[in-house]
């Protein structure tokens, strides 16, 4: 275990092998995983399951009752909402062990996932998505993507302030609270400034 400043409740279970950053803070009845890595001013809420060798980047947030299974990488600024769980195995079946087929998913910097959001593992999401509440994400999910619904389906794109962008007949769109501006090319969102 890190022998860094966090904070974790008492009724906390933090496995041994563990690296948790400075200035995270581990809420009641979560169970921290041997060899997974918590980075620096993390929130994990309330009953929260993180699963050896996850990986969470700068100052994720995850909200109560959520399950990070083995095989998630969230990268910085990631808010994870409450109730939404991650799956690693494609097919599973409770008697046959398929530990060896454990699947790789990461959610890049500054996702949001909303609650009781599910991730079908192997499916990454790009940077700055927001996955709303309830959504069952199947596929890969582009950068700013704002995805909704069972399975998931994108339906427009939003900013990294969480506005929904609106382009121009020029494809550009300027979020209204930071006055950034965004670039649609080729079904992809770039930040331009």
């Known amino acids: 275990m890190s022998t860094k400043n966090y904070f974790a409740h008492k009724t906390a279970v933090i496995d041994d092998n563990c690296n948790i950053n400075e200035g995270t803070k581990i809420w009641h009845f979560s169970h921290i995983m041997s060899n997974c890595t918590i980075g620096k001013n993390c929130n994990i809420g309330q009953n929260v399951v993180v699963s050896p060798q996850v990986i969470l980047g700068d100052n994720v947030k995850v909200q109560n009752n959520v399950s990070i299974y083995t095989g998630v990488i969230c990268e910085d600024d990631v808010f994870l909402g409450p109730s ?110």
């Open 84 to 193: 939404m769980v991650f799956t690693n195995v494609i097919n599973p079946r409770s008697a046959v062990n398929r530990k060896n087929e454990y699947m790789k998913t990461t959610v890049k910097k500054g996702v949001s996932i909303g609650a009781n959001a599910t991730i079908v593992c192997g499916n990454d999401i790009g940077k700055f998505a927001f996955i709303g509440a309830g959504a069952v994400v199947v596929k890969e999910i582009k950068p700013y993507a704002l995805v909704v619904g069972n399975p998931s389906k994108q339906i427009g794109w939003i900013s990294e302030f969480g506005h929904r962008l609106r382009f121009d007949e020029n494809n550009i769109a300027v979020c209204p609270e930071s006055n950034e501006k965004y670039e649609l090319k080729n079904d992809l969102v770039n930040k331009i400034n």
